[in-house]
């Protein structure tokens, strides 16, 4: 979806290999975490990365609108319900001036 725009996409299998990913001086401008991963949820993985002073935008992806508040407090900049609609991520990026 994002790589129709340029974007060069990175994934990480879960929460342990994304917190690695962003450590290992790998430069994101944005990532989009889901609520729902092995070894580490992206709840931890957010509050881990922001607890070390990561200053990427986040945006939390989830099935679950009860986990918004934990993503908030975890330091997500901005939070989508799945299924995800195009639109709305969109919006996001214009939000955060990735797209025009």
Do not use: W
Request: aromatic share 8%; net charge negative; no cysteine.
């Amino acid at each position: 979806m994002l790589s129709r725009f340029g974007f060069e996409i990175t994934e990480a299998e879960d929460g342990k290999k994304a917190i690695d990913q962003i450590l290992d001086g790998n430069k994101y401008n944005l990532v989009l975490i889901d609520k729902e991963m092995p070894n580490m949820d992206g709840v931890e993985a957010t509050r881990t990365l922001r607890g070390m002073g990561i200053s990427t935008k986040f945006v939390a992806i989830t099935a679950d609108a009860n986990s918004m508040g934990a993503f908030l407090d975890a330091g997500v900049d901005k939070f989508l319900l799945k299924p995800l609609n195009f639109r709305t991520l969109t919006d996001i990026l214009k939000a955060f001036n990735f797209l025009n």
